[in-house]
């Protein structure tokens, strides 16, 4: 039997301040507090990391401080941009915090969620941040007995109790909705993601049903089209719709990337956008500007709400201040897509 291997030793603290001839308490001021420590010593430390390999031991840390310094967040895909730059906003004022982002997709699936969520603090993280109200509220209930500070975003609910930072998914659909009844338009369809457990996508289509009771339409009447996030799953879905309801001049959707596919499922079909047919989205991703034509949809404050965010996680997770939810505001892109409809 050939003999074991002894593994390497791994370098400590007291190893990286004997190679750069100074105390512990220097190079974990260096390392955790790098403003005191500066010139000359700062690169002797840093150079001893370096020639040491070292990497801080996190674990004994936590159990020091009670902390990780982890911030746990679950968002629905990794493919769709509007998550990638509101995250990228959290993750970089979380840094100026101190903390490390911990990042899982769920795939739009409840249970998954769950799973997720009940990971991310079995392994320590200080809290989280979720994405739209709706879960069993049981899990609500198992972040608070676990004193996990929780904050939703991407929804506003003024009636929700949950501490939230977003907008108001059923105003902002209600506003465009209103535009492109204003502009002529009463044959209208909507393309929506499953709107089951998922309170962006139900608010959405809440918003255009009563932006057609305002008009007077009956918004039963309307064809609406729930189908998966993706580009050919929006030219599905415009396929769809138009087989329903030959007749419709404006198709609202509820995300940017189901309105790309509608658009390109258009001009497959031989209309022209927005001569025969007008087509709307919903994020105002960078690809709703590039579209031919360019998409008219709503803004949303993907970067501001991503850093307020962080910010109020650790006024959450300092105590010391009571959090309220906060709503920001959305906007309406008008660009090429939408037209007044044709005369028939």
Known sequence: MPPQKTPPSVPTLADVARHAGVSTATVSRCLN????????????????????????????????????????????????????????AFQEELGRHGKTLLIASSAYQPRLEEDQIRALVARG??????????????????????????LVSWSF???????????????????????????????????????????RARKRVE???LALSEAGLDPAEMPLVEIPYGIENGGIAMRQALADAPNTTAVLCGNDVLAIGALRAAHELGL???????????????????????????????????????????????????????????DIRLRDSLAPPKAR
Do not use: W
């Not at 993280?125 to 929780?150: H, M």
């Not at 025969?276 to 690809?287: A, L, M, N, P, Y």
């Open 272 to 330: 022209s956008v927005p001569g025969d047919i007008s087509v709307t989205g919903f994020d105002d991703i960078e690809i709703a500007s590039l579209a031919q034509p360019a998409l008219t949809t709503v803004h949303l404050p993907h970067r501001e709400m991503g850093r307020r965010a962080a910010t109020i996680l650790m006024q959450m997770l300092s105590g010391t201040d009571a959090v309220s939810s906060i709503e920001l505001p959305t």
């Open 157 to 199: 609910e003024v009636e929700r109790a949950q501490p939230a930072i977003g907008f108001d998914n059923k105003a902002a659909m209600t506003s465009l909705a209103r535009l492109v009844i204003a502009q002529g338009h009463r044959n209208i369809a909507c393309i929506s993601a499953p709107t089951a457990s998922n309170d």
């Open 33 to 88: 507090k790098p403003g005191q420590v500066v010139g000359e010593t700062r690169e002797r430390v840093l150079k001893a990391v370096s020639d040491l390999g070292y990497a801080p031991n996190f674990s004994a840390r936590s159990l020091v401080a009670k902390q990780t310094n982890t911030v746990g967040v679950v968002i629905p895909t990794m493919e769709n941009a509007v998550f990638a730059r509101g995250i990228q």
């Open 207 to 209: 918003g255009l049903q």
């Open 125 to 150: 993280a200080d809290a989280l941040l979720l994405i739209g109200y709706d879960r069993d509220p049981r899990l609500y209930e198992f972040l608070r007995k676990r004193a996990v500070p929780t």
